[in-house]
């Protein structure tokens, strides 16, 4: 007779926000993320180390290309902040905009393909960690390598903010697509 009872009424269902499928991923008003299949996921892992390549060879045109004419202007920056109140100080608001803009969007693609080329790089946190370290080399190669360059702590700030706002309008929503984990079985 229990049984019988314990059949005929009915238990409260759990939303299907937060009902969990047999592989333990949830589902629901996202979806559950289904993986890509191997030869788009190659495709799109493939296609974004090509960016990458590309990305970098600007980044070494950009920054590591030797400017003599500018030599006797340039000076190591190791206090944040001071850079940026320099440009801010300038009579055209356009060089300001230029210069923090053009640092800002020189880190933007790092935080959007290098979750999705190393999946292990996602996360708010090894973003940040990751494109720090990369641009503070590239900083010191600057100041170290090439003539009429110098080291510069707010360009890597600048780029490293690129990078997180790269990271979370794109890269974090592009690496979860390409590397969606697979369902056990």
Known sequence: MEDLMARAVP??????????????SRTGESGSARPLPLLPRLL????????MV??????ARLTLHPSPASEALIHTNLRPGRSL??????????DAVRQIGGNILLGVPFGVLAPVIAP????????????AV???LVEFAQGALV??????????????????????LAGRRLSRAVH????KD
Do not use: H
């Open 85 to 94: 109140q320099a440009y801010l100080d300038q009579p055209a608001l356009r």
């Open 11 to 24: 238990r409260p269902r759990s939303s299907p926000r937060r009902r969990s499928g047999p592989s333990g």
């Open 54 to 59: 590309a990305f970098a060879a600007v980044l």
């Open 180 to 183: 969606a984990r697979r369902p």
């Open 120 to 131: 292990r790089t996602r996360g708010f946190l090894k973003v940040l960690v990751l494109t």
């Open 44 to 51: 799109a892992m493939l296609c974004a180390f090509v960016f």
């Open 147 to 168: 003539t009429g360059r110098a080291f510069d702590i707010d360009d890597v700030i600048l780029n490293t903010s690129g990078a997180l706002i790269g990271y979370l």
């Open 134 to 136: 990369v641009m503070l």
